[in-house]
């Protein structure tokens, strides 16, 4: 027999407890089942609370996984390298972070039809991403320019390799990765900004 209580009978939670029950139910499920597989339903039911709670809270599975996915890139882990080093040690981290973050994965590709999903893309740019440049370039004014690059060329092949799954981009090792891209984010650290 089951000991727990039915939906019905359990207490009220404060909201901001259930908030973070339903998130906290929302990033294991989505990294287990990935952003497709994984339903409101088994969410609310790991989390101990109604659907129409989650639906309340969030409006749909789209705004949960935007309220759910806080990516850290651990941007503080990379070391700060001279030119010829820099943009490779900046590839295998991101390849690292593709490959090690399932939620990451389902946010980018959510995205690009979900509001609330690229505003969270946008705040890890300003956030991680641009300071992190600027950190490794040494070049604080151009900071935003040379992170948009940057960002162009990592979110293009990982939505290339991790999302549309392009055979022959996923095909690719990872020496093969850091060679083809190290150069052009290299570039996009230490070039001149064009006038």
């Not at 990516?71 to 295998?92: C, K």
């Not at 972070?97 to 740019?125: G, K, P, S």
């Not at 981009?169 to 020496?175: E, S």
């Amino acid at each position: 027999m089951n000991d727990e209580p039915s939906p019905a009978t359990r207490k009220p939670r404060r909201s901001d407890a259930t908030r973070a029950l339903i998130l906290s139910a929302a990033r294991e499920r989505f990294a287990a089942d990935g952003y497709d597989r994984a339903t409101i339903r088994a969410i609310a039911d790991d989390a101990g609370v109604d659907p129409a709670l989650v639906m309340r809270y969030y409006g749909n599975k789209a705004g949960l996984l935007a309220a759910a996915a806080d990516p850290d890139l651990r941007m503080l882990s990379i070391p700060t390298s001279p030119r010829g080093a820099a943009g490779e040690a900046l590839v295998q981290h991101f390849l690292e972070r593709w490959e090690d973050d399932d939620i990451l994965q389902a946010l980018l590709r959510t995205a690009a039809t979900n509001d609330n999903a690229a505003e969270r893309m946008r705040l890890v740019f300003v956030k991680q991403i641009a300071p992190m440049v600027a950190r490794l370039s040494g070049d604080a004014k151009n900071a935003s320019y040379r992170a948009g690059l940057v960002a162009s060329q990592i979110m293009g092949f990982a939505l290339c390799r991790y999302i549309l799954r392009l055979p022959p981009v996923v095909a690719m090792r990872r020496p093969e990765i850091i060679k083809s891209l190290a150069p052009t984010i290299e570039g996009y650290l230490f070039g001149t900004r064009p006038v």
